[in-house]
């Protein structure tokens, strides 16, 4: 029933929140369809802008953390359908709304399902940084998978070869839109990695829609795509495309003429490098030949260099220094072992038998030779020889008195 009011009898402010209240709860648990417009998470709870995707009608909405990520995580501008439960805060007479569950719908579905898929493989470590297959500097030829005639076929094909003039190209036309796409991609991709002259593999495609795109987005093509030996580059799309092929691949491009530059080196940028180098290492001899010429200019100015004979005068005023210190050694040695010589002598001399024949001595021997040097040695009428200064003397013993 509605309030009976009038301004001798208004209602308390009160009441008229309390059935305002009263009539927004009556509406009860309702679902609704609607785009993200923007998340804001907080430890347990997660506030949601919701909009109408045809009117300018938006409201914002609380959310357990466990039920926002229930059925995948849920991103900015994606499509949800919503069960919401509208309720008024008394305090501020604000109206606010609780999502008990939330599911992706339309796109926001297919983004759901693509992002577990994502998550599964990437758990798998298909997506990892080490299985990523370094691209060679200059392949003997690319692999090219495309549709026939497309524009993405002509970008990869045109800007290589301004690039790279003699680029060689190996190209497989397959359908790249439908339920068949995702297995002649696969087929293509492995018919390319066996060529042996296929040294990288490029994909590649224009823009589409998230629906479009979805071959490149398949388990399959991804697992081969992983699988392969040759490196694979990722070219689908514009810069905001994101398949799931871009992250299984061993490079992404933002788009197929990005992946001509991303594969190929630009002949002109190398040759304006070897001319850097070339000059660089024409600088590097010139100032080697230059500190060489100045070293060898330093060695020819020596003195030695200079003057051949330098050496030899130097040498021969050493070896003339040195003679006459052994001139000067020789001669004092032979002084000194002169006089040594001269007082040996005469020691020699004054312990002579001669010396002592010379003072009026003499030496008396018997007919055999041997030294008389006592009275007894001597028989009477024994015959003896005296040595005297100057000569001998030949006795005979008369007799002899010894002394006591």
Not at 2 to 24: F, H, I, Y
Not at 190 to 204: G, K, S, T
Not at 212 to 218: E, G, H, R, V
Request: glycine share 6%; with cysteine; proline share 5%.
């Amino acid at each position: 029933m509605p309030l009976q009011t009038s301004p001798d009898s208004p209602a308390p402010l009160r009441d008229v929140v309390n059935g305002v209240r009263g009539w927004v709860e009556r509406l009860g648990r309702v679902w609704i369809e609607a785009q993200v417009v923007e998340l804001k998470a907080y430890r347990a709870m997660t506030f949601l802008t919701l909009r109408d995707p045809l009117a300018d009608v938006s409201v914002t909405a609380t959310v357990d953390n466990v039920v926002l990520n229930r059925n995948g995580p849920v991103q900015p501008a994606s499509q949800v359908v919503a069960e919401l439960r509208p309720y008024l805060h008394t305090r501020a007479a604000d109206l606010r709304f609780e999502c008990s569950d939330l599911r992706p719908s339309g796109e926001g579905r297919l983004l759901a399902r693509l992002e577990q898929l994502r998550q599964r493989l990437q758990a798998e470590g298909l997506f990892g940084v080490d299985r990523k297959r370094a691209l060679p500097f200059l392949p003997r030829a690319i692999g090219l998978i495309t549709a026939a005639g497309s524009a993405a076929e002509r970008d990869v094909v045109e800007n290589s070869r301004r690039r790279w003039p003699s680029a060689v190209f190996v190209t497989r036309n397959v359908p790249v839109q439908g339920s068949g796409a995702a297995a002649e991609v696969i087929a293509a991709v492995q018919h390319l990695d066996r060529r042996a002259e296929v040294e990288v593999i490029i994909i590649a495609r224009g823009g589409g829609s998230l629906e479009d795109l979805l071959p490149f987005s398949d388990e399959g093509l991804l697992r081969a795509v992983a699988a392969a030996r040759t490196p694979v580059v990722s070219a689908i799309g514009h810069e905001t495309d994101t398949p799931l092929l871009d992250h299984a691949a061993d490079l992404r491009a933002s788009t197929p003429t990005d992946a001509a530059r991303q594969v190929l080196p630009d002949a002109r940028e190398e040759a304006a490098r070897l001319e850097q180098v070339r000059a660089r290492l024409h600088r590097a001899i010139d100032t080697m030949i230059s500190t060489e010429r100045r070293h060898l200019d330093q060695l020819r100015s020596r003195p030695a260099l200079a003057d051949p004979l330098y050496g030899f005068e130097l040498r021969h005023d050493q070896v003339a220094a040195l003679r006459q210190r052994a001139r000067r050694a020789i001669d004092q040695r032979l002084r000194h072992d002169a006089t040594e010589l001269e007082h040996q002598l005469a020691r020699v001399r004054a312990m002579s038998p001669k010396a002592t024949l010379e003072r009026g001595y003499a030496i008396i021997a018997d007919a055999r030779g041997a030294t008389v040097s006592s009275v007894g040695q001597a028989t009477v009428g024994e015959e003896l020889s005296v040595r005297l200064r100057d000569g001998e003397l030949a006795v005979q013993v008369r007799g002899s008195e010894e002394r006591r």
